[in-house]
């Protein structure tokens, strides 16, 4: 495939350029198994199988003393017990390099690459995927950095992912984009960012009996200003203020939205520990009636540590887009919440627990949705040696869409699933560094 060649063709081209020092190489392999009682997403006649699998992974490090290259690479091959899907091998493979241009400059490359049957394995899309037809998604982002003082600084960075999906009626889709900022402090407290970015949305077409639901490529232009004051070591003060231009290359409604917000954030031993903004939005319809409304956007996290464990709890809210992914929703207003929770029951045995709720109000789709997903994972994970571990682990999911209107009438994309996971994973203790 085009972008596995993209992949390699970096990963050779980079590896003898930023070697400067004795490599890493560190294998690891995980096999287990995985039930599903639903693994196609379906809100009636639930289809439950259980996948045995093996995945070997790969770590290199080629990091020298200035540069840093770090490649990964992970296929995983399924054998569905039940055979309601064929075997299936996916892929996992990443790249992270960072090279410095000058005392004060950074050069960064990332590339990541996944290619999976399962509908929910894409953390990028937040949509609904229904099918276990293969779908591959590449994501490749470079630019510099610079830090030209205590708090000025400045950036470019392009970005280009490029998704494609076996089934004919899932759009496939190319983002490109662009994007710069910079920072600069004026009077000792005050410091002034500003930001812009440019994205062209490709798509392909759909069949002929699916066209009308594809989504149009479109240009998108954002741009921010953000003012902040320090009144204390720990406490800032800022104002900012956001617009974007979304133009379709078609007959879908173009709209401009304009967000001016106030915020505080707080630090606590140099380290964030919320940030909150209160804005009002108002979204300029090209066509139909404009609208608006409060958006309280922001962080709530820090990582508490104790003893034997940490706690993390975090939320947020505001306005988002959804494009390029199994489907293509715009604008939506979203809530979202989060909580972590790990805790050594001994010296060899740790509970893990994250529970995330997030709901989506779709405003641009011509009909109401609004998307609730709520997802609660558990599990105990059991160190039976330094270079093995036993992992034991439940993850039940949520999905409620309230529509007023489906594309698919026959279609509920409503479902519940569980899934439960038992895996050995098994990986050598990193060398030391004088052998």
Not at 198 to 222: A, N, Q, V
Request: aromatic share 14%.
């Amino acid at each position: 495939m085009r972008t596995i060649g993209c992949f390699l063709m970096m990963f050779f081209c980079l590896a003898p350029a930023a070697y400067g020092g004795k490599g890493v190489f560190t294998p690891a392999i995980g096999i287990g198994a995985e039930y599903s009682d639903n693994i196609y997403l379906t809100h009636d006649d639930k289809v439950s199988d259980t996948v045995l699998y093996a995945s070997p992974q790969v770590t290199w490090d080629l990091s020298g003393e200035r540069n840093s290259l770090i490649l990964f690479f992970s296929p995983t091959f399924r054998n569905y017990v039940k055979g309601s899907e064929e075997n299936v091998t996916h892929y996992n493979a990443s790249l992270s390099s960072a090279i410095p241009v000058s005392k004060d400059t950074v050069f960064e490359l990332t590339d990541t690459f996944l290619l999976s049957d399962d509908p929910v394995e894409d953390l990028e899309d937040r949509s609904i995927r229904k099918t276990r037809a293969i779908y591959h998604r590449n994501t490749t982002q470079m630019g510099v950095k610079s830090q030209f003082g205590p708090f000025e600084s400045t950036y470019v960075q392009c970005a280009y992912s490029v998704l494609r999906n076996d089934d004919p009626s899932v759009q496939d889709s190319d983002e490109f984009t662009p994007s710069a900022g910079l920072t600069l402090r004026f009077l000792s407290q005050w410091l002034l960012s500003i930001e812009g970015s440019y994205t062209l949305g490709e798509f392909f077409s759909l069949p002929d009996e699916e066209r009308s639901s594809g989504t149009e490529d479109f240009d998108e232009i954002k741009t921010s200003v953000k003012l902040s004051r320090r009144m204390t070591d720990y406490i800032d003060l800022f104002a900012r203020y956001s617009q974007s231009f979304m133009r379709y290359k078609g007959l879908m409604e173009d709209y401009d939205v304009m967000e001016p917000a106030l915020g505080i954030s707080v630090k606590m031993d140099e380290a964030p520990l919320f940030s909150i903004q209160v804005g009002y939005y108002l979204m300029k319809r090209y066509g139909s009636e404009d609208e608006g409304g409060l958006t309280v956007s922001g962080d709530l996290g820090r990582s508490f540590r104790f003893k034997k464990g940490s706690f993390r709890l975090s939320g947020s809210s505001g306005y988002d887009e959804s494009y390029f992914g199994a489907e293509n929703l715009g604008f939506s207003i979203y809530h979202q919440g989060s909580a972590d929770i790990a805790y050594a029951l001994t010296q060899k045995v740790t509970y893990e627990l994250n529970t995330q709720v997030r709901s989506d109000r779709y405003k641009n789709l011509g009909y109401k949705r609004i998307d609730t997903k709520c997802q609660v994972a558990t599990g105990v994970r059991y160190s039976l040696r330094e270079w093995v571990s036993i992992r034991l682990s439940y993850e039940y999911t949520n999905v409620d869409v309230n529509a007023a209107h489906i594309r698919n009438q026959e279609t509920d994309w409503d479902y519940e699933e569980n899934r439960l996971v038992l895996e050995a994973f098994f990986s050598p203790a990193a060398p030391d560094e004088e052998d």
